[in-house]
């Protein structure tokens, strides 16, 4: 079994929003990335079959890491379930002064004294608030 995570746009509750197939957010501001956490199993015609992952333990927490080439760079943000409804969707904060820059996103799932971690499947796509003096674009 592996695990994943999809990241979620338009969020407004636990049973509406959609899925991004890129994560597009502007630096220099403060962001919000929410994410679903999923199992994935191979189906019969090759395809990933997704299933809903709802951790088990009875102390959960979610840590997300923003990679970048510069490992003195490297964000990390531990997540919250805006939603106890549905505890495999996540949130955290991009703020302001991240040095977020290119799209790679790992996570880590604690489960009591287990770790898991997720492969993200979707892109993050920084945009500048200032894109005249942008050196990454």
């Given at each position: 079994?592996?695990?994943?995570a999809k990241i979620l746009e338009?969020?407004?509750?636990?049973?509406?929003?959609?899925?991004?197939?890129?994560?597009?957010?502007?630096?220099?501001?403060?962001n919000t990335?929410?994410?679903?956490?999923f199992?994935?199993?191979?189906g019969?015609?090759g395809?990933d079959v997704l299933?809903?992952?709802?951790?088990?333990?009875?102390?959960n927490?979610?840590?997300?890491k923003f990679?970048?080439?510069?490992?003195?760079?490297v964000?990390?943000?531990?997540?919250?379930?805006p939603?106890?409804?549905?505890?495999?969707?996540?949130?955290a904060d991009?703020?302001?002064?991240?040095?977020?820059?290119?799209?790679?996103?790992?996570?880590?799932l604690?489960e009591?004294?287990?770790?898991t971690?997720?492969?993200?499947?979707?892109?993050?796509?920084?945009?500048?608030t200032?894109?005249e003096?942008?050196w990454?674009?």
């Amino acid at each position: 079994m592996r695990y994943i995570a999809k990241i979620l746009e338009n969020v407004n509750n636990v049973n509406e929003f959609g899925v991004a197939e890129e994560f597009h957010f502007q630096t220099g501001n403060s962001n919000t990335v929410y994410l679903q956490l999923f199992t994935a199993k191979m189906g019969c015609d090759g395809q990933d079959v997704l299933t809903r992952y709802v951790p088990q333990g009875t102390s959960n927490y979610v840590q997300i890491k923003f990679d970048n080439l510069d490992d003195d760079a490297v964000v990390c943000r531990v997540a919250s379930n805006p939603f106890s409804a549905d505890t495999s969707i996540w949130k955290a904060d991009i703020m302001p002064t991240d040095t977020v820059i290119f799209g790679s996103m790992t996570v880590k799932l604690f489960e009591d004294s287990k770790e898991t971690n997720f492969k993200v499947s979707t892109d993050l796509v920084p945009e500048s608030t200032n894109p005249e003096n942008d050196w990454f674009i």
